[in-house]
């Protein structure tokens, strides 16, 4: 299965809009380097389709996940519980830090296991995980 992707350079830690076309292999090896440095901005979309496009931005292991199912249309993944609600967590939108509330916040693990089945299944989650933005 093929993926279209950008993401953040681990070296330079600045995010680089070239779009990438590779197997989940090579996206996986790009997600491993950006963990190691502890924080990262990627979007990944099938390599077939423009949309949904996903959109993964984390530090440390807090993470938010965006949905966009049209270019007008964008969603928040529902937070997992592991960050209180009126918690502000300042999380990594291409360059910039962007602030959310707790109540979208999600284990970089979690966030990881859902990009991967996004690739897999071409399905962003179940109905009912995200709020309209």
């Known amino acids: 299965m093929l993926v279209s992707w950008t993401a953040t350079d681990p070296e330079s830690q600045q995010f680089s809009a070239t779009e990438r076309t590779t197997d989940i292999a090579d996206l996986t090896d790009h997600?491993?380097?950006?963990?190691?440095?502890?924080?990262?901005?990627?979007?990944?979309?099938?390599h077939s389709d423009e949309f949904p496009l996903l959109?993964?931005?984390?530090?440390?292991?807090?993470?938010?996940?965006?949905?966009?199912?049209?270019?007008?249309k964008q969603s928040l993944l529902i937070g997992d519980g592991t960050t209180p609600a009126d918690t502000a967590v300042h999380l990594p939108i291409m360059d910039d830090?962007?602030?959310?509330?707790?109540?979208?916040?999600?284990?970089?693990?979690?966030?990881?296991?859902?990009?991967?089945?996004?690739?897999?299944?071409?399905?962003?989650?179940?109905?009912?995980?995200?709020?309209e933005i």
């Open 55 to 72: 959109t993964l931005g984390f530090l440390n292991d807090q993470a938010v996940i965006h949905l966009f199912d049209t270019a007008e």
């Open 97 to 131: 830090l962007a602030v959310f509330s707790g109540d979208n916040i999600i284990t970089v693990d979690r966030a990881w296991t859902l990009i991967r089945h996004f690739i897999q299944t071409g399905t962003p989650g179940a109905p009912g995980e995200w709020r």
């Open 31 to 46: 997600f491993t380097a950006l963990r190691s440095h502890g924080q990262g901005y990627l979007e990944i979309r099938l």
